[in-house]
């Protein structure tokens, strides 16, 4: 299918600034606001890198100055009294979307959105207690300055001033006090604004890298990443209609696929909405689950965001090589689900609802073994292959998530087992179900290899695959 299933707020009208009629962008103002010229006489001498930021963006050409967003929207919840005006510091979605109602409406109804709320999730558990303490304002330091800088602070205010526990923050679903989450400064630099910036994929890379979800990386390994550096210059970036194979076609970045715009398709900032899986969790599910879990209102099913997504490449590959590419993405994921995801988690619940392990998560090694085949190992796998990294989604993928299930979790949850086992009463018991699941995973045709149970027919075509590869190589 080569049309694009658009969202319900990609549809809406953008709502322009104040009461003037609906048109398809912001409305320039004619001239700057005479609060904005009282600001920018100071702001000038006393900020003048930040006044110079300003002067270089559509917003400075627009006459949309600092009252425009910081005064607006003021009341007793977040007002600072300021040399005569009242303003606040910290301009949220929410004051944004006076003039950008769709893209507002969209993000709101995004994961981004949602990233805020990840207080209470196992990896938190990290940040609290493992690695944390709660000595800073009753908080843990390393919270504040990890995980929030990224997900986002619930920003609390004192006289109008943002707290020192909350703020500096622009973490992607950041909790205002006007009720908005995000910031749309998380991705838009201020005081530029510049969709240039934003278009770029060091903009994604801030928080999207590192050992669980290594897009940054994968990317720039990928051959979208490789023509990314050699076309740079012929990208077009600053442009501000950008549509892939019309304006630009040298290379996607991370914007192109998941939110610029195609010649079918506007540009979109709920960056759900051309996803198919989500790989996140031990085992990989559909979008729609974890949407409905997090109360999104994307009605769009996972077949929907493929065809979105698929728009994007048919800009610039043919329908055959872009189906072929989503059947081996989806074999990989079956795979890792098939084979480790999915009986790696049963094995763990088995193994705590036994009492067979503790309640409290990483006291033990197995916790921070499993943890990380799933969490680290197993995401990367599927993340490689999702965006075409061979070498993430073997050696720094479905390897490690190998080695690590045969070498360490089998080997450490017989372990826990055996203590079961001589325990006795009801550990005991749980201990057997948990020798027996093993040995029936161990039986089946993803694990026979290990214990030796190969069938003949296998062991037989592996055997001439070897002879093949000696008189190739002479090895
Ligand atoms: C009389 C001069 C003057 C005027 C008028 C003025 N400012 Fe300021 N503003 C300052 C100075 C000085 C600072 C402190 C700068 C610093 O801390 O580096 C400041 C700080 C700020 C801050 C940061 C406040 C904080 O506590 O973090 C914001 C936001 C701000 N101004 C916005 C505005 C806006 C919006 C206007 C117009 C409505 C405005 N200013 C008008 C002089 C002025
Ligand atoms: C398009 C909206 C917009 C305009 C116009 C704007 N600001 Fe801001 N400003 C923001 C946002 C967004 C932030 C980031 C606050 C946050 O979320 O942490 C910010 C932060 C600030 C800060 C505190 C952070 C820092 O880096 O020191 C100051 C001071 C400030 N603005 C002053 C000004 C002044 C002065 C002007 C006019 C020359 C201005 N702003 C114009 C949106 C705007
Ligand atoms: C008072 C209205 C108003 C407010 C408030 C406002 N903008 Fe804008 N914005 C505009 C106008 C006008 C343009 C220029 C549109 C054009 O060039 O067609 C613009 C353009 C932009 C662009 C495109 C810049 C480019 O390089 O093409 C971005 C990104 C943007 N705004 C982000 C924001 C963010 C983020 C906020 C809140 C922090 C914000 N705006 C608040 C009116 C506003
Ligand atoms: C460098 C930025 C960054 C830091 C630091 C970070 N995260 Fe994340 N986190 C992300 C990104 C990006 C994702 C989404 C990954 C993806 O889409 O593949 C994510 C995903 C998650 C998820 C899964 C959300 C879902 O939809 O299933 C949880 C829970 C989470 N992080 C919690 C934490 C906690 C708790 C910490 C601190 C101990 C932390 N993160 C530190 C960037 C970060
Ligand atoms: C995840 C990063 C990200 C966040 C968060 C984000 N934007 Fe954007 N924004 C982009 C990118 C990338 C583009 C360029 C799209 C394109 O190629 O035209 C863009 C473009 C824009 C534009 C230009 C018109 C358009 O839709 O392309 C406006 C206006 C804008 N953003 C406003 C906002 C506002 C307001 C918020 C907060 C509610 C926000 N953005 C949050 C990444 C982001
Ligand atoms: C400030 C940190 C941050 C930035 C910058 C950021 N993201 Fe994210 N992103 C996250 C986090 C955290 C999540 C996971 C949210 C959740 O599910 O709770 C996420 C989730 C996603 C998802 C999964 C959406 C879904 O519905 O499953 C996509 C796709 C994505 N981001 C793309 C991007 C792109 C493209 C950019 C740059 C234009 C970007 N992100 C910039 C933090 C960020
Ligand atoms: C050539 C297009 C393309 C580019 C460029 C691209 N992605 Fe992706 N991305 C995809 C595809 C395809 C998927 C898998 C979609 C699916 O599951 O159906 C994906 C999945 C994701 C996910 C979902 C995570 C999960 O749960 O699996 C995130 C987050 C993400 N990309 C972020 C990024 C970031 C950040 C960049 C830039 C550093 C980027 N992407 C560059 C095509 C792209
Ligand atoms: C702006 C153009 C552009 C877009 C959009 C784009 N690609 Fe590509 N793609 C390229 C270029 C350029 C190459 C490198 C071609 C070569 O191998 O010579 C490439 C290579 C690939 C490869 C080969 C990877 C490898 O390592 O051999 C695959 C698979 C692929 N793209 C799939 C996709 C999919 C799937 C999408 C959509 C999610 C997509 N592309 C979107 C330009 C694009």
């Known amino acids: 299918m080569r049309n694009p299933i658009l969202t319900g707020a990609a549809a809406l009208v953008l709502i322009v600034c104040g009461a003037l009629p609906a048109a398809a962008t912001p409305t320039f103002y004619s001239q700057l606001s005479s609060e904005s010229q009282r600001c920018v006489e100071c702001h000038q001498e006393t900020t003048p890198v930040l006044y110079q930021q300003w002067g270089e963006s559509r917003h400075y050409r627009g006459n949309v100055g600092c009252y425009e967003c910081h005064g607006v929207n003021t009341d007793s919840s977040n007002a600072l009294e300021h040399n005569g005006f009242k303003i ?3 301009v949220t979605p ?11 409406a969209e993000m709101e109804n995004s994961h981004h959105a949602k990233a805020g709320e990840i207080l209470g999730s196992l990896d938190n558990e990290l ?3 493992v690695e944390g303490n709660k000595k800073f304002y009753g908080k843990s330091a390393l919270l504040v300055n990890g995980c929030l800088q990224c997900h986002g602070s619930e920003v609390k205010l004192k006289n109008g001033e943002p707290t020192v526990d909350t703020w500096p923050n622009d973490g992607i679903g950041r909790l205002n006090v006007d009720g908005s989450r995000g910031s749309c400064s998380a991705c838009h630099l201020r005081h530029s604004f510049s ?4 278009r770029q994929p060091e903009t994604c890379g801030r928080c999207h890298l590192g050992p669980d979800h290594p897009q940054k990386e994968i990317y720039e390994a990928s051959r979208h990443g490789i023509a990314y550096v050699a076309n740079k210059d012929k990208m ?7 549509v892939v194979g019309e304006d630009y076609w040298a290379a996607p970045t991370c914007a192109t696929c998941h939110m610029s715009a ?5 540009t979109t900032h709920d960056v759900g909405t051309r996803i198919s899986w989500n790989n996140r969790p031990p085992v990989s599910v559909r979008p729609e689950v974890t949407d409905a879990k997090l109360g999104l209102t994307n009605k769009l099913n996972w077949k929907q965001r ?5 728009d994007v490449c048919f800009a610039c590959h043919n329908e055959n090589y872009v189906n072929n590419f989503y059947e081996q993405y989806d074999g990989l994921i079956q795979l890792y689900n098939e084979k480790f995801g999915a009986p790696g988690k049963k094995l763990y619940g088995m193994l705590k609802k036994g009492g067979l392990i503790t309640a409290q998560p990483f006291d033990e090694k197995i916790d921070w073994t499993w943890f990380k085949i799933w ?13 075409m990294q061979p070498d993430y989604t073997h050696w720094h993928g479905l390897f490690e998530v190998a080695e690590a299930f045969y070498t360490d979790y089998l080997p450490e949850a017989r372990e826990a087992a055996a203590a079961g086992l001589k325990a006795g009463g009801v550990k005991a018991k749980a201990a057997q179900k948990v020798n027996a699941y093993i040995d029936e995973m161990l039986n089946s045709d993803n694990h026979r290899w290990f214990i030796g149970k190969q069938s003949a027919a296998e062991k037989a075509e592996r055997a001439k695959e070897r002879e093949a590869f000696k008189a190739r190589y002479g090895k």
Request: hydrophobic share 25%; charged share 30%.
């Open 236 to 242: 077009n970036m600053d442009s501000s209609k950008w």
């Open 306 to 310: 493929r065809a979105n997504m698929k």
């Open 375 to 387: 969490h680290h190992q197993g995401r990367r796998a599927r993340h490689g292959a999702s965006m």
């Open 262 to 266: 195609t010649k079918d398709q506007p």
């Open 127 to 129: 940040a609290d207690v």
């Open 94 to 104: 929410k004051d944004c979307s006076r003039c950008h109602e769709r893209q507002y």
């Open 88 to 90: 606040h510091v910290i």
């Open 195 to 198: 969709v240039a910036q934003a």
